[in-house]
């Protein structure tokens, strides 16, 4: 069984290095950004989002743990905020080590997330992902999450 447990200052900093290097990677792996730029973009760009770490209002950091023995099994990150008058969530990463993959938690971390929200009002959570991660977007699928906009790139320098 998987349970939500807010994240840990401890935890934090690992978090957030583990975020941007993942980030940065995509990004590069996609096409969009230099990677010797990358790491230190994905940096600024986690900071700027989070500029009090896990105090940040409105955003909800959350170590997935294991229930058996409480080993943190990954992490979620979403906001829960109000546009135009509807509430709404957006999921910013979610990340299942690799030793715990495949054994139902980021389907569980999910679920427990969707109660979480709407008790809190939510009426709908988005997401973006990265082409280049199918894995990601069969575990989103079989959520019920829906394409709802798509964007594409035509590179025209190999060096970008």
Not at 26 to 34: D, F, K, M, P, S
Not at 94 to 103: A, D, E, N, S, W
Request: glycine share 6%; with cysteine; net charge negative.
């Amino acid at each position: 069984m998987t349970i939500l447990a807010p994240m840990s200052a401890a935890f934090y900093p690992d978090f957030a290095e583990q975020l941007a290097i993942d980030y940065a990677e995509e990004n590069v792996t996609a096409g969009l950004w230099q990677a010797d730029t990358a790491l230190e973009r994905a940096r600024s760009s986690t900071q700027s989002a989070l500029p009090q770490g896990i105090d940040t209002p409105d955003q909800y950091l959350f170590e997935i743990k294991t229930e058996e023995n409480g080993e943190t099994a990954g992490y979620l990150w979403f906001s829960n905020v109000e546009r135009y008058g509807v509430r709404s969530a957006f999921v910013y990463e979610l990340t299942v080590f690799p030793q715990f993959r495949r054994q139902g938690h980021a389907a569980a971390a999910f679920r427990l997330m969707e109660e979480r929200l709407l008790e809190q009002g939510c009426v709908a959570i988005e997401l973006n992902v990265f082409a280049s991660n199918p894995g990601a977007q069969a575990l989103y699928a079989s959520l019920g999450y829906v394409t709802t906009k798509m964007n594409m790139r035509k590179p025209l320098n190999a060096d970008i």
